[in-house]
């Protein structure tokens, strides 16, 4: 599977950006679950935003609950993260992730730089 994330830029705060991660390869229909990580400068990866493959079960990092939204598009093949009412501490480098199974090891798509200014 390989995982191709797009859709990152500058924005001011209280800006909107959308990111895409489109999944191809053989093995993307046997994928369990998908996700955004962001890592900003001196800090540890984390886990924003996951969903089942269905397209079920959302989860939300507390900092994002009712400003991001993830959703899968059957159709395209995507897993996308609507992000509304950005602020600074949203900025950090973003990353589409899935993974098979609930104990298998996350594939991972390049990061996209998201920078929002105060």
């Known amino acids: 599977v390989q995982l191709q994330a797009s859709g990152g830029g500058l924005v001011q705060d209280g800006a909107s950006l959308r990111l895409s991660c489109e999944a191809s390869?053989?093995?993307?229909?046997?994928?369990?679950?998908a996700a955004w990580f962001r890592q900003a400068p001196g800090k540890e990866r984390e886990l924003v935003a996951s969903?089942?493959?269905?397209?079920?079960?959302?989860y939300y990092l507390d900092s994002v609950k009712g400003r991001f939204t993830i959703s899968r598009d059957g159709a395209k093949n995507t897993v996308d993260l609507q992000m509304v009412n950005l602020k600074a501490e949203d900025s950090a480098v973003y990353y589409c992730?899935?993974?098979?199974?609930?104990?298998?090891?996350?594939?991972w798509g390049q990061g996209t730089q998201v920078t929002v200014s105060s």
């Open positions: 992730a899935a993974t098979s199974g609930s104990h298998t090891p996350w594939i």
């Open positions: 390869g053989r093995a993307y229909i046997s994928l369990y679950k």
């Open positions: 969903i089942a493959w269905n397209g079920r079960n959302p």
